[in-house]
């Protein structure tokens, strides 16, 4: 009887091993919760108007795996053109894929041109056959959009002009 209870009220604890790791994590799973709480307090004093405007927020409020797009745009200042080419629409036109207009091919986008920066600008925000809204990143702003837009046209023969920057965007394009 006394062997069975002994057995019942057995310690999970059984090598000095284990001892050691429920020791350690006794100590670092506090510390953890009191760094966590330090960030908290002093992430909770800094109410700059820049850091929390709504660009800002929005910046860092995207998804996680997006996050390696933000080249340059990690003060939440709006991205350029060319940034926004390098990340996002490299991928279909600089190769051609599905029937992208390539970048520099001065033919294809001659007639895209042709059509206008409203036109095609308002076609590609929208997605047009194999075209995908926005080019798929739709966390883009419709400025940031439109210069990545700018930006291929005018290395294709274009001279389309940049956007008026909005509001929120006004410092970081200015820089
Ligand atoms: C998934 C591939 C893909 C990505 C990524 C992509 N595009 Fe495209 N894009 C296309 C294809 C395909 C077309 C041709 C659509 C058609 O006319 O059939 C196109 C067409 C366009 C056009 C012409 C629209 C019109 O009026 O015919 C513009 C402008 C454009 N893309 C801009 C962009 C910009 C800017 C980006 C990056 C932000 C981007 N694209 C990313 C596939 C892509």
Known sequence: MSANESHEHESLIKTPQQLG?????SF???VIGILLLVQLVIGG???DTVTNSAEAVADRIKPVAQVTIAAGGADGAAKTGEQIYQTVCTAC?????AGAP???DTAAWGKLIAQGQKTIVADATKGIRAMPPKGGATDLSDYEFERAVVYMANKSGGSFKEPAAP???DKAAKK
């Open 167 to 169: 509001k929120a965007a």
């Open 21 to 25: 790791v429920v020791m350690v994590l």
């Open 28 to 30: 670092v799973i506090p």
């Open 45 to 47: 004093i800094n109410t």
């Open 93 to 97: 036109h600089s190769t051609g894929a």
């Open 102 to 104: 390539k970048m520099g």
